[in-house]
């Protein structure tokens, strides 16, 4: 309950901004993982994100996550934030289990990975800057 709690609070500031500088007043916009998991769901890919919520240049990906590979990026931030499940994510040279409530910060070049741990779906929220599109900005070093 409070994981869900908080992710509405993060929704709600993010999306609440939208409109703000024009004339019409901002709309808050609200939605949930769920609802933006069950619209695409994972399937048998790896890993899959979906736009949660984007203003302008800033915005939150939906991740539902098994494994995605080794990789860093040039010129992107992470902030990620555990929804539901396990995993281990790796960071530079430390590797560690994460899970819900966690927050992760990934600083660009840094090489990170996560793999799932047990049958529960990893999901995450991952915030990055500059850009919107991490997946443009990836070096994968392993094969």
């Known amino acids: 309950m409070k994981t869900r709690w908080?992710?509405?609070?993060a929704v709600l500031a993010v999306?609440?901004?939208?409109?703000?500088?024009?004339a019409e007043a901002p709309k808050i916009t609200v939605t949930s993982v769920d609802k933006v998991l069950a619209s695409d769901p994972l399937g048998d890919k790896?890993?899959?994100?979906?736009?949660?919520?984007?203003?302008?240049?800033?915005?939150i990906l939906v991740g539902q996550v098994k494994k995605i590979r080794l990789h860093s990026?040039?010129?992107?931030?992470h902030v990620v934030y555990?929804?539901?499940?396990?995993?281990?994510?790796?960071?530079?040279?430390?590797?560690?289990e994460v899970g819900p409530g966690d927050l992760i910060s990934i600083?660009?070049?840094?090489?990170?990975?996560?793999?799932?741990?047990?049958?529960?779906?990893?999901?995450?929220?991952?915030?990055?800057?500059?850009?919107?599109?991490?997946?443009?900005?990836?070096t994968f070093h392993d094969k």
């Not at 999306?15 to 024009?22: E, Q, S």
């Open 46 to 59: 790896p890993v899959k994100f979906t736009p949660g919520a984007k203003i302008a240049n800033v915005g």
């Open 82 to 96: 555990v929804v539901r499940g396990k995993a281990m994510a790796k960071l530079g040279d430390e590797t560690r």
């Open 107 to 138: 600083p660009k070049l840094a090489p990170h990975s996560f793999e799932q741990k047990g049958s529960e779906p990893f999901v995450i929220l991952v915030n990055s800057t500059p850009g919107w599109d991490p997946l443009k900005d990836t």
């Open 73 to 77: 990026h040039n010129l992107e931030d």
């Open 15 to 22: 999306t609440g901004l939208v409109g703000v500088g024009t």
């Open 6 to 9: 908080m992710l509405a609070v």
